[in-house]
C-alpha cells in the first residue's frame, strides 16, 4: 500500500504465524440476565444458564465460557468471538417479533429485545467467520431470524388441536425424525427417537441458505435446521436431557476441537462462499489463514462495498511483547535527543505526511467509510497536530521555586513506554492526536488502531521511518483489543495508557491499568446536548444541527444527538430542520458531493436500527442508498423523553433526538441529565445567557452559536464517565510527563 491506495480490486496480503495449541475447546454459551431475590443476592443481576448445557461440555471435555448480553459486543462481536473455539445459542424467552419484522402475538411473552440484538450480531458474526454454532430450542429459533427468517409465534394457533402443543406450558411427548445424512442426524448418532418439550413458537419461513434437518412426526413441524456447507451450523428444538439429545453439545465440542487444533486453521467466511485458504473475493472482517501455512490476517473491509479491499498481518500476544521491547530498547536514545533535533523530526514527519496527504485521504475514505472531503480535512488536522507539537521539545519548561538554603527546580520527564489504542472512527486524525505529544515528549510508542480500521495507522510508521524516526521510537500492532489491547494494559513495561473509545471498555482499562499503577488518559462517550432557546437565530441553528449529528455517519462521541429544543420554538425548529436533513446527500464516500458515508459493520448498523423500531416518533427521515454497503438514513426523533432509550444511550449512529424543554433551568437539568460530559453546543441572542448555562454545563468542551468541538491548539477531553485527562494543546504534554523535583544546596556547610 506504501505510495497509495490499492484499487477497489486490489487485495494485497501478508501474514503472520499463529499458535494453535492442543488445550480443550472453549464454547461460549449465550445466556440470559434476570434480577433475583435471594437472600443477601436481593437486587442483583444474575446470569441464567442451564447447567445440563455446561455439564455437556464439560463431559465432551469443552470449557464453558457464560456470555451475558453485551451492548458493547453488539457493535464489535469479535470481541467476545476472539475468545471462544464454538458458540451455543441457549434456550429461554420467546425472540422479539420485531427482530424479524412482525407484529407482537398476544401469546408472545416476556421477550428480552436486548438479549435479541446482542445473539442475532453474535451468530451473524460466527456464522460468517464458519465457527461451530448449536442453537438450542429458542436458539434454533434465533439462528433462524439470523439468516433472515421469520417466526410462527404461536403454534396452537397455526397447527390446530390435533398438535403436540395446543396446552400452552404443557411438556408433551413426541417423536422426532431425523433427515438422513443431515449434521443433525450425524450428531445425535440416529435417526429418529423421542422427546418431551413445549414450544409454542416454531419456524415459518426459512431464513437463507438454511434446510430442515429434523421433523415432528407427528405434524412435520420443523424440529432442527442446519446451514449446509458450513463447518458447523445447526439449531435443534430440543434440550440436552438424554443421550441423542445431549450428543448434539458432544458433536459441537468435537467442532470445535478441531477448528482449534487443524493445522490449516481453515474457515469459511460465508459472506463470500470462499475457503479463507483460497483467494478472498469479500465480505466481512475475519481471521484468515494466508500463504496456506497456517498464517492469519485482518481481511478489512471497506463498508461502502461490503468486499475486502485489504489483508494485513493480525498481531498477537507475541507481536505486542516485540513492540514494546523495541520501544524500550529505543527509549534511552529517543529521550537523549537534543530538543532540536526532535523538533525536526517531527517537523519532517509533518512534511512527509502532507506529501502523503491525498493518498492517505483516499485510504481513510475507504476503510473507515467517511467522505473524501471529511477524510482531506482530517488529514489537514494530522499534519496540523505533527507541527504544533513540533514546536514542544523546546518548550517543555519545568519552574524554580524560593526555598530556603538552595535551589528548587523542576523538570518534566518522559514516561517511557506508553501504548496508545485509537478507535475506528477517526483513525489516524485521532492516532496523531496522541502520537505527536507522546514523541516530543521523549516517549517510545507503540500504537494498537482498530481491527476495523488499521489502513492508515500501518501507512503512518512507514511514513514515520522514511521519514528519519529512528527504529523503535514509532511502533504498530493491528491486532484485536482483547488480545493486543489487553495485553498493552497489563504490560509492566508500559508506562502509559491513552485510550479512545467506548465508555465500558475505558472501565475495564482504567481497573486492568490499575494493577500495575499506570498513568491512563481515557477520551470515552458521549450524550451531547444542543441547547437552543428561542431566542436564538432558529434557521441558523436548525441549519447547523444535522452534520453535528450526521457527520460520520453520527460516530462521532461529540455528536450533539440530543437537540434540546425551547418549547415555544420547537415548531419552527422542525420546519427549518427537516430540508436539512433531507438535503444530507448520503453515498458513496468517494464522491465529492457526498456528505455522509456508510456506517462502519453490519454489526454497527444493527445496533443503530434498534434504537428506531417500527413505532418510533420518526419526525424527519433522510434517504440512504439500496444495495451493497452498511447504509442508515440519517434520521430524528422527535419528541423525546429525555429518559427515553434513544435519548439516554450513545447510539453511535445517525440518529437525533429532538427533546423539548421550558426554561433555563429546565435546559440545564436536561442537559446535566446523564452519565456523561464530553461536548456540547448552547445558542441564543443572550451573551450573559451564553456564559452563564456554558459554566453550570456538566461537559468538558462547549461552543456558542457553533457546533465545533476540536482544535489542535486547544484542550479536548469529558467530565463525568466522558473521561480522564486531557488531549491537545498545551494540556496533553502534562499527561505524557512526569514531574521531577530537585532541590541543589547552595550554603556552605
Same mark, same amino acid.
Given at each position: 500500500?506504501?505510495?497509495?491506495?490499492?484499487?477497489?480490486?486490489?487485495?494485497?496480503?501478508?501474514?503472520?504465524?499463529?499458535?494453535?495449541?492442543?488445550?480443550?475447546?472453549?464454547?461460549?454459551?449465550?445466556?440470559?440476565?434476570?434480577?433475583?431475590?435471594?437472600?443477601?443476592?436481593?437486587?442483583?443481576?444474575?446470569?441464567?444458564?442451564?447447567?445440563?448445557?455446561?455439564?455437556?461440555?464439560?463431559?465432551?471435555?469443552?470449557?464453558?465460557?457464560?456470555?451475558?448480553?453485551?451492548?458493547?459486543?453488539?457493535?464489535?462481536?469479535?470481541?467476545?468471538?476472539?475468545?471462544?473455539?464454538?458458540?451455543?445459542?441457549?434456550?429461554?424467552?420467546?425472540?422479539?417479533?420485531?427482530?424479524?419484522?412482525?407484529?407482537?402475538?398476544?401469546?408472545?411473552?416476556?421477550?428480552?429485545?436486548?438479549?435479541?440484538?446482542?445473539?442475532?450480531?453474535?451468530?451473524?458474526?460466527?456464522?460468517?467467520?464458519?465457527?461451530?454454532?448449536?442453537?438450542?430450542?429458542?436458539?434454533?429459533?434465533?439462528?433462524?431470524?439470523?439468516?433472515?427468517?421469520?417466526?410462527?409465534?404461536?403454534?396452537?394457533?397455526?397447527?390446530?388441536?390435533?398438535?403436540?402443543?395446543?396446552?400452552?406450558?404443557?411438556?408433551?411427548?413426541?417423536?422426532?425424525?431425523?433427515? *438422513?445424512?443431515?449434521?443433525?442426524?450425524?450428531?445425535?448418532?440416529?435417526?429418529?427417537?423421542?422427546?418431551?418439550?413445549?414450544?409454542?413458537?416454531? +419456524?415459518?419461513?426459512?431464513?437463507?441458505?438454511?434446510?430442515?434437518?429434523?421433523?415432528?412426526?407427528?405434524?412435520?413441524?420443523?424440529?432442527?435446521?442446519?446451514? *449446509?456447507?458450513?463447518?458447523?451450523?445447526?439449531?435443534?428444538?430440543?434440550?440436552?436431557?438424554?443421550?441423542?439429545?445431549?450428543?448434539?453439545?458432544?458433536?459441537?465440542?468435537?467442532?470445535?476441537?478441531?477448528?482449534?487444533?487443524?493445522?490449516?486453521?481453515?474457515?469459511?467466511?460465508?459472506?463470500?462462499?470462499?475457503?479463507?485458504?483460497?483467494?478472498?473475493?469479500?465480505?466481512?472482517?475475519?481471521?484468515?489463514?494466508?500463504?496456506?501455512?497456517?498464517?492469519?490476517?485482518?481481511?478489512?473491509?471497506?463498508?461502502?462495498?461490503?468486499?475486502?479491499?485489504?489483508?494485513? *498481518?493480525?498481531?498477537?500476544?507475541?507481536?505486542?511483547?516485540?513492540?514494546?521491547?523495541?520501544?524500550?530498547?529505543?527509549?534511552?536514545?529517543?529521550?537523549?535527543?537534543?530538543?532540536?533535533?526532535?523538533?525536526?523530526?517531527?517537523?519532517?514527519?509533518?512534511?512527509?505526511?502532507?506529501?502523503?496527504?491525498?493518498?492517505?485521504?483516499?485510504?481513510?475514505?475507504?476503510?473507515?467509510?467517511? *467522505?473524501?472531503?471529511?477524510?482531506?480535512?482530517?488529514?489537514?488536522?494530522?499534519?496540523?497536530?505533527?507541527?504544533?507539537?513540533?514546536?514542544?521539545?523546546?518548550?517543555?519548561?519545568?519552574?524554580?521555586?524560593?526555598?530556603?538554603?538552595?535551589?528548587?527546580?523542576?523538570?518534566?520527564?518522559?514516561?517511557?513506554?506508553?501504548?496508545?489504542?485509537?478507535?475506528?472512527?477517526?483513525?489516524?486524525?485521532?492516532?496523531?492526536?496522541?502520537?505527536?505529544?507522546?514523541?516530543?515528549?521523549?516517549?517510545?510508542?507503540?500504537?494498537?488502531?482498530?481491527?476495523?480500521?488499521?489502513?492508515?495507522?500501518?501507512?503512518?510508521?512507514?511514513?514515520?521511518?522514511?521519514?528519519?524516526?529512528?527504529?523503535?521510537?514509532?511502533?504498530?500492532?493491528?491486532?484485536?483489543?482483547?488480545?493486543?489491547?489487553?495485553?498493552?494494559?497489563?504490560?509492566?513495561?508500559?508506562?502509559?495508557?491513552?485510550?479512545?473509545?467506548?465508555?465500558?471498555?475505558?472501565?475495564?482499562?482504567?481497573?486492568?491499568?490499575?494493577?500495575?499503577?499506570?498513568?491512563?488518559?481515557?477520551?470515552?462517550?458521549?450524550?451531547?446536548?444542543?441547547?437552543?432557546?428561542?431566542?436564538?437565530?432558529?434557521?441558523?441553528?436548525?441549519?447547523?444541527?444535522?452534520?453535528?449529528?450526521?457527520?460520520?455517519?453520527?460516530?462521532?462521541?461529540?455528536?450533539?444527538?440530543?437537540?434540546?429544543?425551547?418549547?415555544?420554538? +420547537?415548531?419552527?425548529?422542525?420546519?427549518?430542520?427537516?430540508?436539512?436533513?433531507?438535503?444530507?446527500?448520503?453515498?458513496?464516500?468517494?464522491?465529492?458531493?457526498?456528505?455522509?458515508?456508510?456506517?462502519?459493520?453490519?454489526?454497527?448498523?444493527?445496533?443503530?436500527?434498534?434504537?428506531?423500531?417500527?413505532?418510533?416518533?420518526?419526525?424527519?427521515?433522510?434517504?440512504?442508498?439500496?444495495?451493497?454497503?452498511?447504509?442508515?438514513?440519517?434520521?430524528?426523533?422527535?419528541?423525546?423523553?429525555?429518559?427515553?432509550?434513544?435519548?439516554?444511550?450513545?447510539?453511535?449512529?445517525?440518529?437525533?433526538?429532538?427533546?423539548?424543554?421550558?426554561?433555563?433551568?429546565?435546559?440545564?437539568?436536561?442537559?446535566?441529565?446523564?452519565?456523561?460530559?464530553?461536548?456540547?453546543?448552547?445558542?441564543?441572542?443572550?451573551?450573559?445567557?451564553?456564559?452563564?448555562?456554558?459554566?453550570?454545563?456538566?461537559?468538558?468542551?462547549?461552543?456558542?452559536?457553533?457546533?465545533?468541538?476540536?482544535?489542535?491548539?486547544?484542550?479536548?477531553?469529558?467530565?463525568?464517565?466522558?473521561?480522564?485527562?486531557?488531549?491537545?494543546?498545551?494540556?496533553?504534554?502534562?499527561?505524557?510527563?512526569?514531574?521531577?523535583?530537585?532541590?541543589?544546596?547552595?550554603?556552605?556547610?
Amino acid at each position: 500500500m506504501t505510495g497509495g491506495i490499492p484499487p477497489r480490486s486490489a487485495v494485497p496480503s501478508g501474514g503472520i504465524a499463529t499458535k494453535r495449541n492442543s488445550q480443550a475447546p472453549t464454547i461460549g454459551i449465550c445466556a440470559a440476565v434476570e434480577r433475583v431475590s435471594w437472600g443477601v443476592w436481593n437486587g442483583y443481576e444474575v446470569t441464567l444458564v442451564p447447567r445440563t448445557y455446561v455439564r455437556c461440555v464439560q463431559k465432551a471435555g469443552g470449557i464453558a465460557l457464560v456470555l451475558p448480553p453485551d451492548e458493547a459486543a453488539v457493535a464489535d462481536p469479535d470481541v467476545l468471538l476472539d475468545r471462544v473455539d464454538a458458540l451455543m445459542l441457549a434456550g429461554g424467552a420467546d425472540i422479539d417479533p420485531a427482530s424479524y419484522g412482525a407484529e407482537p402475538h398476544p401469546e408472545t411473552k416476556g421477550t428480552w429485545p436486548d438479549r435479541d440484538r446482542f445473539e442475532l450480531a453474535l451468530a451473524r458474526r460466527a456464522l460468517e467467520r464458519d465457527l461451530p454454532v448449536l442453537g438450542i430450542c429458542r436458539g434454533m429459533q434465533l439462528l433462524n431470524v439470523a439468516l433472515g427468517g421469520t417466526l410462527v409465534q404461536h403454534l396452537p394457533e397455526a397447527m390446530g388441536s390435533e398438535a403436540h402443543r395446543t396446552v400452552a406450558g404443557t411438556f408433551s411427548k413426541h417423536h422426532i425424525r431425523l433427515e *438422513p445424512e443431515s449434521l443433525a442426524c450425524t450428531a445425535a448418532g440416529v435417526e429418529g427417537f423421542v422427546v418431551w418439550s413445549h414450544h409454542h413458537q416454531g +419456524v415459518e419461513r426459512l431464513g437463507e441458505g438454511l434446510k430442515v434437518a429434523a421433523w415432528a412426526a407427528e405434524d412435520d413441524l420443523p424440529e432442527a435446521i442446519e446451514l *449446509p456447507g458450513n463447518h458447523f451450523a445447526l439449531g435443534v428444538i430440543w434440550h440436552p436431557e438424554e443421550d441423542e439429545e445431549s450428543k448434539v453439545i458432544s458433536a459441537l465440542v468435537d467442532a470445535a476441537r478441531a477448528e482449534k487444533s487443524n493445522p490449516d486453521g481453515r474457515r469459511v467466511d460465508k459472506s463470500t462462499g470462499v475457503s479463507q485458504i483460497g483467494p478472498v473475493g469479500g465480505g466481512d472482517r475475519t481471521e484468515r489463514p494466508v500463504g496456506g501455512g497456517g498464517m492469519s490476517a485482518i481481511e478489512v473491509i471497506e463498508p461502502a462495498t461490503e468486499q475486502v479491499m485489504a489483508e494485513v *498481518p493480525r498481531a498477537g500476544v507475541e507481536e505486542v511483547d516485540a513492540a514494546v521491547a523495541r520501544a524500550k530498547a529505543a527509549f534511552p536514545a529517543w529521550r537523549a535527543v537534543a530538543p532540536a533535533d526532535r523538533a525536526k523530526l517531527l517537523r519532517d514527519l509533518a512534511d512527509a505526511l502532507e506529501v502523503r496527504h491525498e493518498d492517505l485521504a483516499q485510504l481513510e475514505t475507504r476503510n473507515a467509510g467517511k *467522505p473524501i472531503g471529511d477524510a482531506r480535512g482530517e488529514m489537514e488536522m494530522v499534519v496540523e497536530t505533527f507541527r504544533y507539537y513540533a514546536g514542544a521539545p523546546e518548550r517543555l519548561l519545568g519552574q524554580t521555586i524560593p526555598v530556603a538554603g538552595g535551589v528548587d527546580m523542576t523538570f518534566r520527564e518522559p514516561l517511557g513506554v506508553v501504548g496508545l489504542i485509537v478507535p475506528w472512527n477517526f483513525p489516524l486524525t485521532i492516532a496523531s492526536w496522541k502520537v505527536a505529544p507522546a514523541l516530543a515528549a521523549g516517549n517510545c510508542v507503540v500504537l494498537k488502531p482498530a481491527e476495523l480500521t488499521p489502513l492508515t495507522a500501518i501507512e503512518l510508521e512507514k511514513i514515520a521511518l522514511d521519514a528519519g524516526l529512528p527504529e523503535g521510537v514509532l511502533n504498530v500492532v493491528a491486532g484485536p483489543g482483547s488480545v493486543c489491547g489487553r495485553h498493552l494494559v497489563e504490560h509492566p513495561d508500559v508506562a502509559k495508557i491513552a485510550f479512545t473509545g467506548s465508555t465500558e471498555v475505558g472501565r475495564g482499562i482504567a481497573a486492568g491499568a490499575a494493577q500495575t499503577i499506570k498513568r491512563v488518559t481515557l477520551e470515552l462517550g458521549g450524550k451531547s446536548a444542543n441547547v437552543v432557546f428561542a431566542d436564538a437565530d432558529i434557521e441558523g441553528a436548525a441549519a447547523a444541527a444535522p452534520l453535528a449529528v450526521f457527520g460520520n455517519a453520527g460516530q462521532d462521541c461529540c455528536a450533539r444527538s440530543r437537540i434540546l429544543v425551547e418549547r415555544s420554538a +420547537v415548531d419552527d425548529f422542525l420546519a427549518a430542520l427537516q430540508p436539512a436533513v433531507e438535503g444530507i446527500a448520503v453515498g458513496d464516500p468517494l464522491d465529492e458531493s457526498t456528505q455522509m458515508g456508510p456506517l462502519i459493520s453490519a454489526g454497527q448498523r444493527d445496533a443503530v436500527a434498534s434504537y428506531v423500531p417500527d413505532d418510533a416518533p420518526v419526525a424527519i427521515r433522510g434517504s440512504a442508498p439500496d444495495g451493497p454497503g452498511y447504509w442508515f438514513p440519517p434520521t430524528v426523533l422527535a419528541p423525546v423523553a429525555n429518559d427515553d432509550r434513544a435519548a439516554a444511550e450513545e447510539i453511535f449512529g445517525p440518529v437525533a433526538c429532538v427533546i423539548p424543554f421550558d426554561g433555563e433551568e429546565e435546559a440545564v437539568r436536561l442537559a446535566n441529565e446523564t452519565i456523561y460530559g464530553l461536548s456540547g453546543s448552547i445558542w441564543t441572542g443572550d451573551g450573559a445567557r451564553a456564559l452563564r448555562v456554558a459554566r453550570v454545563l456538566e461537559t468538558g468542551v462547549i461552543s456558542i452559536n457553533s457546533n465545533t468541538s476540536v482544535r489542535v491548539s486547544t484542550p479536548f477531553g469529558g467530565f463525568k464517565q466522558s473521561g480522564v485527562g486531557r488531549e491537545l494543546g498545551p494540556a496533553a504534554l502534562d499527561h505524557y510527563t512526569d514531574v521531577k523535583n530537585v532541590y541543589y544546596a547552595t550554603e556552605e556547610g
